[in-house]
């Protein structure tokens, strides 16, 4: 799997950052990509966080979402990827700098 990064591009909500994809390079899923993970600037400047991708719905005029992906057990598999994203989102901004 290789996760790419697409910055944003002005366009966006203040605070996000990126978009991340899952480009699967092997195995079942190979030649397919997961859409949908955004990386966010923390709180006054805090730690960065990793939305996964969702769906909305409505519930008696609520606004909800249901993930689409999750894991079967426990949260780690979820932040295994998420520290992924993360550090792929690094190496992104450590090549941008480097080509400045």
Do not use: C
């Not at 991340?20 to 899923?29: M, S, Y």
């Not at 992906?69 to 992924?84: C, F, H, I, N």
């Amino acid at each position: 799997m290789e996760i790419t990064i697409i910055a944003n591009d002005g366009n966006a909500p203040a605070g996000k950052l990126a978009d991340a994809e899952l480009h699967f390079t092997e195995g079942a899923l190979e030649g397919m990509k997961l859409i949908g993970f955004a990386i966010w600037e923390g709180r006054n400047g805090g730690r960065l966080n990793v939305t996964f991708p969702a769906r909305t719905y409505s519930v008696n005029g609520e606004r909800r979402s249901f993930a689409l992906l999750r894991t079967m057990s426990d949260g780690a598999p979820q932040d295994r990827v998420r520290q992924l994203i993360l550090q792929a989102y690094s190496d992104h901004q450590q090549r941008v700098a480097l080509a400045s």
